[in-house]
């Protein structure tokens, strides 16, 4: 079992670009979520996903958009990155209707310029 | 909605001393406080949780307690080694919704 993955590991943007952050996990969890870490500011709740088909806001979804394309897959968007979304992202997975872990993928690093 | 605080943001102890850190929960229907430990450039783990129908859960050095009343969970180490040099998030979420919200984190330096 790979866990959960995410592509890519490092990526730098000019401000205003778009990219997709993917995250797959092969645990068949039916819950996903997107976090994006900063210093100080411990992980804050993007996006997630209760199960397939169904996504839902978090702490700070303003500039990102999210996919549940199936069961194992969850991307997150940025349409016009911005500078301040400079932070690492991580995808986590998790078994739902008992709170069982979450389990994090390797994160993303995001620079945006 | 939810909102967790956590103290001390950071904590240094010697080798074999104990480290507490505290955390505190808005939502009184929260009823799932996790805790994770992230190990630097490596992505959180979980180290311990607890439920609300548990006042006190121990798992070898670590221990975790609940007050339910006062909103706050707390974890304990004893007996630190510098493997226990990290970060440590709390967290706290509801079993009928599918997320829960994490602390800013306590970095914790054990000095050999």
């Known amino acids: ?113 | 909605g939810e909102n967790v605080e956590q103290h001390p943001s950071t904590l240094s102890v010697q080798e074999g001393d104990s480290a507490v850190i505290k955390c505190t929960y808005s939502d009184s229907a929260s009823n799932y406080f996790p805790w994770y430990k992230q190990e630097l450039g490596k992505r959180p783990q979980l180290i311990i949780d607890i439920r609300s129908n548990v006042g006190e859960k121990k798992d070898q050095r670590i221990a975790v307690t609940l007050n339910k009343t006062a909103k706050h969970f707390s974890l304990h180490i004893t007996e630190t080694q510098p493997e226990d040099s990290a970060v440590y998030f709390c967290a706290a979420g509801k079993t009928s919704y599918d997320k829960v919200i994490f602390g800013p984190g306590t970095s914790l330096s054990v000095i050999p």
């Open chain 1, 1 to 113: 079992n790979a866990g959960v993955t995410q592509t890519p590991k490092f990526q730098v943007l000019k401000t205003g670009q778009s990219m997709t952050l993917q995250c797959a996990q092969d645990m068949n969890h039916n819950s996903m979520y997107w976090y994006r870490q900063d210093p100080g500011m411990g992980l804050r709740l993007i996006y997630y996903s209760a199960s397939e088909g169904t996504t839902d806001k978090g702490e700070v979804p303003n500039g990102y958009n999210v996919s549940r394309l199936n069961k194992r897959e969850f991307s997150l968007r940025l349409e016009s990155a911005a500078p301040s979304q400079t932070s690492v992202y991580f995808c986590a997975s998790a078994e739902s209707g008992r709170q069982e872990t979450q389990y994090f993928g390797p994160g993303t690093r995001l620079l945006v310029l």
